[in-house]
Nanobody, 111 residues
Framework: QVQVTESGGGLVQPGGSLTLSCAVS???????LAWYRQTPGKHREWIAG???????IYADSVKGRFTASRDNAKNTVCLQMTALEPEDTAAYYC??????WGQGTQVTVSS
């Protein structure tokens, strides 16, 4: 069973920055991963994809503000979030290989 563990969530002021991490219990080299987020009553929203080939793609809602990266040696991916807005408040999830989810980490953007 693959373990996926997100961390780094918290409370941040509008305009601030936060970096989330996702640790995976297996080798992530060459494997696609993704970041999603979800607010109560809404569907889980895809926001960033980290392709096994080494590049990342983003949803329009976060493009230019969020940067996804991977460290294959540490089996870890990160999501650097800048210029945060109250609308970014959500539980953030990491997904491994289109299949395995973490438990999520809460990000709250509020003054």
């Amino acid at each position: 069973q693959v373990q996926v563990t997100e961390s780094g969530g918290g409370l941040v002021q509008p305009g601030g920055s936060l970096t989330l991490s996702c640790a995976v219990s297996v080798n992530i080299s060459g494997v696609d991963l993704a970041w999603y987020r979800q607010t109560p009553g809404k569907h889980r929203e895809w926001i960033a994809g980290l392709r096994g080939a080494g590049y990342s793609i983003y949803a329009d809602s976060v493009k230019g503000r969020f940067t996804a990266s991977r460290d294959n040696a540490k089996n870890t991916v990160c999501l650097q979030m800048t210029a945060l807005e109250p609308e970014d408040t959500a539980a953030y999830y990491c997904r491994f290989s289109g299949r395995d989810w973490g438990q999520g980490t809460q990000v709250t953007v509020s003054s």
